[in-house]
């Protein structure tokens, strides 16, 4: 996407045409009686991806994930991977592996023989298998920990262990099931970048499941978001954030203002907009509309800007209100301002300088602003 | 003070009642009869009430002490009680692997069957629990005999021309012996299957390992605490059995509950009864005292 971060390769896979997907999910139904847990899924992954499904529980994202690895059979649709067709083909035959949410570590055997519980099925040659275990102890630095069982182990210690077994055959496509989910929340910031790390120096494609939307944003190349069995969008994390094509994204990723009205002017690539909060707004429209369209334009709280005094913008992009709730954070705050329409509105602002002196005070009347760049316009 | 001291008194005696019942309940019906039944062996049969001289007496002022080892000599050398012994083993171990063997497909598929079926299948395991087990034998000579239920539908198949010679043999206590015992296998598997982790079975799949590879790698090392458990509580039962050997068994090879009948009942021989009931009580505790500390020591490591 244009505001995208600057990327590392001129061209992102799934914005090449020419490029092949590595995973290709081909309007895939899963029924459960008469629930759809996945319903209609079209998706494709490219290789040595960082890729997220991210929803609220039962969303669909587990089951999505349990179908490409064989442990469930989609009621319709085909799932390729590296091009071929493995719909109907069992877990034990598919180039997939999976890290388990509860690491469904094997109780009766050392951490050693976990990892290399795989290598086995493979027929490998003694050596061999010893010295992979070897080489996935060094990665993942659990070496001391070989002869341990999986009940001598603390909870970090067994989401290693977890990853080191699914990742001991090397395989192309790794599949994770909230993979720092059981995980302290200090744990699980040092372990986010490790496995990044981790990623990209393997060069394995990673697809991970996950409902905290902060480690999709921090680990994922592209992300999925799931509601009901569907996939909403499929972006960048800096898109998802920038750009959400629904309501739906926007209110589920970070915290969003989302102001109502009817389209009543197009101007070049802009709109002007009749709020519903009784005021005008000017948005830059990524999407042509027609004059009479009812929108809603999302507004993240950081883009809104705080004017002690009444702007100067013949009352276009802006509103007045009093302070009703100022949540102070360390390195940002947050404010709640009331409009006399009854709105509330959220906005963040930096704590650049020390926090001697209220910036705003509560029930101060306060004015805010915003560019026409500085959110989307979304008409569902 | 002293109510402090009262009440300080009296956690540690609650403790004592607790740990102090299972005590007294172990050492009036377990070890006292366990001693009284070691003092008879040690005595001589005798035409008196009871049935066995003393240990000791008191003469012309001497402590006299007869102990008689003489039926312990009688055991290991006549054959007749060595073979019972033996083939009770050899009964218990056939029964165990059968009850094994049949035992685990059936509790396995009782643990995966859909949750509402369970109870109503686990019902009919334990329901002929609900009848006498004396009667449950009984019926075994109905379907066994030799114009029985078996028999007669096998020669209603014509699979058969003459009734097979079931009843009476070996194989008639093995069967009256698995029928039996079933249950105690299944109920303990049944436990601990139901405990099994599904999700580990998929991460065997998920490795590359087919079905019966997650059953032999997975599913029968975790269980192997319910087959050890129900083993036991088959094979010890059975190596002391006394009605399904009587009952349905060939009466040319016994079993050591039978030969322990004629000598305490038709024999009166109370002393020779006791000590094979001591000999076979240790053939049985030796090997799982070994057994449970060998395990013991592993889980140390």
Redesign the interface.
């Known amino acids: 996407m244009a505001n995208g971060t600057p990327s590392r390769r001129p061209l992102e896979p799934w914005q090449d045409p020419k490029a092949r997907p590595y995973v290709r999910i081909d309007r895939v139904t899963k029924r459960f009686g008469d629930i759809y847990a996945v319903d209609d899924v079209t998706l494709e992954v490219y290789q040595g991806e960082f890729f997220s499904l991210l929803g609220s529980s039962g969303c669909g994202k587990t089951t999505l994930l349990r179908l490409l ?3 469930e059979y989609p009621t319709s649709g085909r799932i390729y991977i590296d091009g071929v067709d493995v719909t109907e083909v ?4 598919r180039p ?3 890290m ?1 949410q ?1 690491y ?5 055997m050392t951490v050693e023989q976990n990892i290399e ?2 290598l086995r ?2 027929r490998l040659p003694r050596r061999e298998r010893m010295e992979r275990v070897n080489e996935m102890l060094e990665l993942l630095r659990i070496a001391p920990l070989r002869k341990r069982r999986p009940d001598q182990l603390s909870g970090g210690q067994r989401q290693r262990v977890a990853l080191a ?2 990742l001991a ?1 090397h395989p192309k496509l790794l599949l994770l099931d909230e993979p720092l989910g059981a995980l302290d929340k200090r744990l699980r910031e040092n372990t986010q970048f490790e496995l990044v790390n981790l990623q990209e120096r393997l060069g394995t494609t990673f697809i991970t499941v996950t409902h905290d939307q902060e480690e999709a944003m921090t680990m994922s190349s592209r992300i999925a978001v799931m509601e009901a069995g569907q996939i909403r969008q499929v972006d960048t994390p800096t898109a998802i954030y920038e750009f959400p094509n629904s309501r739906f994204v926007a209110e589920f990723i970070g915290s969003v203002n989302l102001f109502e009205g009817k389209i009543i002017d197009l101007q070049g690539d802009d709109v002007l907009i009749e709020a519903q909060f009784g005021g005008l707004m000017r948005m830059r429209s990524l999407q042509p509309h027609p004059i009479g369209t009812p929108v809603v334009v999302a507004i993240r709280p950081e883009k809104l800007r705080l004017c002690p005094t009444p702007p100067n913008n013949g009352r276009v992009n802006q509103l007045q209100g009093v302070v009703e709730d100022i949540a102070y954070l360390g390195d940002v705050s947050i404010y709640r301002i009331r409009t006399p329409s009854r709105l509330l509105v959220e906005m963040t602002l930096t704590n650049t300088q020390p926090r001697t002196e209220q910036v705003l005070t509560w029930d101060q009347e306060v004015w805010v602003e915003w560019s026409p760049t500085s959110g989307v316009v979304l008409t569902d | 003070m002293k109510l402090q001291a009262v009440s300080d008194d009296e956690p540690r005696l609650g403790r004592l009642i607790n740990i102090g019942l299972p005590y007294l309940w172990l050492g009036l019906f377990f070890l006292l009869p366990f001693v009284i039944v070691l003092r008879i062996s040690l005595a001589e049969p005798a035409l008196t009430q009871p049935p066995y001289t003393a240990l000791w007496e008191w003469v012309d002022g001497m402590l006299e002490i007869r102990l008689n080892l003489r039926n312990l000599q009688l055991i290991s050398e006549d054959s007749l009680y060595l073979q019972a012994l033996l083939n009770s083993l050899w009964v218990a171990l056939v029964g165990t692997l059968g009850c094994l063997v049949l035992g685990y497909p059936m509790a396995y598929a009782i643990a995966t069957a859909p949750e509402r079926q369970r109870v109503p299948l686990l019902m009919l395991i334990i329901l002929p629990f609900w009848t006498s087990f004396l009667i449950r034998v009984y019926a075994w000579i109905g379907i066994l005999n030799a114009n029985g239920l078996l028999n007669g539908f096998l020669l209603w198949l014509g699979v058969i021309d003459e009734p097979l010679k079931i009843l009476h043999t070996q194989t008639a206590v093995y069967i009256g012996v698995i029928y039996s015992y079933l249950p105690f296998m299944i109920l303990p598997l049944y436990a601990n299957l139901t405990r099994l982790d599904r999700t580990l079975l998929e991460a065997a799949a998920d490795l590359g390992c087919r079905p019966w590879c997650a059953f032999r790698r997975i599913t029968f090392p975790l269980t192997l605490p319910g087959v050890i458990a129900g083993s036991m509580l088959v094979f010890i039962p059975v190596v002391g059995e006394f009605v399904i050997p009587d009952l349905l068994g060939n009466p040319g090879s016994l079993m050591v509950g039978q030969l322990m009948w004629t000598e305490f009942f038709a024999n009166k021989d109370w002393p020779l009864a006791a000590s094979l009931a001591i000999v076979l009580l240790a053939i049985l505790v030796v090997p799982f005292v070994i057994m449970q500390r060998l395990q013991q020591e592993n889980e140390m490591n």
């Open positions: 690895a064989g442990l069992p877990p034990y035959f997939v592996n999976m388990f509860s469904a570590l094997f109780p009766h519980f795989g099925q493979d077994r699914s055959k």
